[in-house]
């Protein structure tokens, strides 16, 4: 929490995006037992999973198990995970008319299960550690609900927004409107920190963002209680990073394509930063590993409002002894 | 090819990449007859599809039909093209064992029906329209060697770079030698210019590609007959223009995330540059198509040393009609 303030911090604190997923035994174990969105909608058993990650890696926070999509089953998109797929949106959005018939979130009593699961890790966890509840920024979430699923390219995505500007501003205002009561009521049920996934904005142009992306972002950051930091994530993002930072948040994601103090120019000094080691280097030996960890820190320079973490999420094969080797490495390198 | 060479031209040059491909009538025509393998070993068809596209498009140059993997055969690997999931390597690289394996070439008589296809097309092609030949750059036909497949995260690949840089240096310094032969050979068979396709780079940190990847390119590079000129591609290396730019090449790709006089000041003002339209702007309508090419032509400002291209290749779904008309849009925008 002091690290995205930028106060001075006895050491670089860190956490993993994904820290509670495949690569574990613990929660390969309980996805025996429970489907995904099955675990999604568990309160109990997302407070299990998130928690033991947070406690087993030794962390400095835990980030609510849940899912970027979890908000379009109410805005009436038919959400299904299918194995080894990845989600797909049985109803895409292509037309205007499919924009038309999206549902205007009024409550989010739908999603209660998100705020249960947040009460219930608030109360299991580690009094010190705090909470990162999150949420799929407008773009990301939009390319999935017009795609239907990943993509690789944003074909669709990209039609709908160059074809039909305003169809495109319409979807886009509405789920922006989800997104901030979704999010304050996460910071209601007890998160104290939030995190905005642009996971995929990386496939524009900057003109492009700034136009189709930015405004809407900005108004879901601007929605947010303002004494709520805010991580807002994107990446592949080097060129966008001013931008991105322009359009808000308190702590703006790098990742490892970008070096660290490089990605801090264009964020500007006035904001903290998150990252940026590549997911990959949990495969590499520890001397490597130790060695690409070190220069994130070096680049850091020591700045107040530095938090570690991936450029990405885990990678589901990652040796966990990786990882909490990691976490070490951090603690004990950065120390004062 | 005087674009190349960064001297004045009447109007901006456009060709584009994958311009004979899947997208086009005639291309699927000849598909439905021959598999994609058997199209590249047949150099008739292959000079045939080559020049259908060049004309049909008014584009300003060819490039012959062929595939970056082409040259791991004869290097001892077993490729396939599957039908829907791209290439695939059934012996794939994972260790030092595996790279000792690896057949250095000695001659490239095995790629005989790639120079073949060369003097086909030479001979076929309008006198004025220069023949662009190409290969994988080093590190994009190893990502492939080791995955074995097309890749996401590119786990072996820089778990092999991370955690055994002999073997890993090792086997980029055989890919090299073989790439300078197989480009050469091109060259005396007609190709007029050379790409380089680094496609999958950008999945790199600065630091990793100075260390594991320019030494090697540049060596491929250097090691090309010195008149012809050299492009240089890649896709999401916005953090690494300035690197490549260093490996060498005397037009240097830009991909639609990077601004294209930002690009070109990376790269430096002493090199041509090749980009940059996003492919999916070929799906948006002709005012949108208009405003995205005319941006590019304006950040371009008039330099000689640009050649208009995709950031990428041309999507299968992408309609001809609008290819064609970007071509004319971009001549006729950019006549002086």
Redesign the interface.
């Known amino acids: 929490m002091r690290a995205c303030r930028r106060e001075a911090v006895p050491f670089t604190p860190i956490w993993l995006m994904r820290q509670a997923g495949r690569y574990m035994q613990e929660y390969r174990d309980v996805r025996a037992r429970v489907g995904f969105l099955e675990l999604c909608k568990t309160p109990a058993l997302a407070a299990e999973v998130t928690v033991t990650a947070a406690e087993r890696l030794g962390v400095d926070a835990a980030i609510i198990f849940a899912d970027i999509l979890l908000p379009l089953e109410p805005m009436g998109l038919q959400l299904e995970f299918t194995k080894g797929d990845g989600p797909v949106i049985h109803n895409p959005v292509r037309s205007a008319a499919d924009v038309d018939r999206l549902i205007e979130i009024e409550g989010v009593g739908a999603l209660q299960f998100v705020f249960e699961a947040i009460r219930h890790t608030r109360r299991a966890l580690r009094h010190d550690l705090p909470l990162i509840g999150f949420a799929g920024a407008p773009f990301t979430l939009a390319s999935y609900i017009v795609e239907g699923a990943g993509s690789k ?3 669709q995505t ?2 709908l927004m ?2 039909d500007s305003g169809a495109w501003h319409a979807m886009m205002s509405l789920i922006s409107r989800a997104l901030v009561k979704y999010l304050n009521a996460q910071v209601d049920a007890g998160a104290q920190a939030l995190q905005l996934f642009d996971s995929w904005v ?7 963002y700034r136009e189709y992306v930015l405004p809407h972002t900005r108004s879901v950051i601007a929605g947010i209680a303002s004494d709520t930091p805010v991580i807002h994530f994107g990446t ?1 993002t ?2 966008l990073l001013k931008l991105i930072s322009e359009a808000g948040g308190n702590v703006i994601g790098i990742d ?4 660290l103090d ?1 990605g801090w120019e264009r964020v500007g000094r006035d904001k903290a930063v998150m990252g940026n080691l ?4 949990l ?3 520890r001397e ?1 590993l130790r060695g690409q960890a070190k ?1 994130i820190l070096e680049q850091a320079g020591g700045r107040p409002g530095h938090i570690f973490n991936l450029g990405h999420g885990i ?1 589901p ?1 990652t040796p966990v002894e990786n990882v909490i080797a990691l976490v070490e490495m951090v603690h004990e390198m950065s120390s004062k």
Do not use: H, I, M
Not at 202 to 208: A, E, I, V
Not at 256 to 259: F, G, L, N, Q
Not at 278 to 281: G, K, S
């Open positions: 390219n944003y074909v990209k039609s160059y074809n990386g496939c524009l142009s900057p003109d492009d592949g080097g060129e490892w394509r970008v070096r490089d590549d997911p990959v280097a495969f590499a030996n490597q220069t990678l094969e």
